[in-house]
């Protein structure tokens, strides 16, 4: 069992910037495919971005909507994964779920990732 946690979400102007964080628990970590993924107001959850790691660095996906204003980042020592998220849009509202694929592929999907956190609320006001 891994146990998934995001922190970091809040209201933000349209512009501005929140990083969030995602905790997931296990000794192997390094090994876990992380994922990012949101679910806006009334629509189905969405992927946003995912992080495998790979020795001296890692492969990195993002959605085509957050590419170049979102980074997501890993810290193995300490069992954590982040989103930073630049240049917001109200468009970008949503709670936001950090999952872990413990099998370590590379998605985009969903039901891919075995571990899920509760999510973290952002809302970019216009």
């Known amino acids: 069992q891994v146990h998934v946690v995001e922190s970091g979400g809040g209201l933000v102007q349209a512009g501005g910037s929140l990083r969030l964080s995602c905790t997931a628990s296990g000794r192997t970590f390094s090994t876990y495919t992380m994922g990012w993924f949101r679910q806006p107001p009334g629509k189905e959850r969405e992927f946003v971005a995912t992080?495998?790691?790979?020795?001296?660095?890692?492969?990195?996906n993002y959605a085509d909507s957050v590419e170049g204003r979102f980074t997501v980042s890993r810290d193995n020592a300490k069992n954590t994964v982040y989103l930073q998220m630049n240049s917001l849009k109200p468009e970008d509202t949503a709670v936001y779920l950090c999952?872990?694929?413990?099998?370590?592929?590379?998605?985009?999907?969903?039901?891919?990732?075995?571990?899920w956190g509760q999510g973290t609320q952002v809302t970019v006001s216009s």
């Open positions: 992080h495998r790691w790979s020795g001296g660095g890692g492969f990195i």
């Open positions: 999952a872990a694929d413990v099998n370590g592929r590379y998605s985009r999907w969903p039901a891919d990732y075995e571990y």
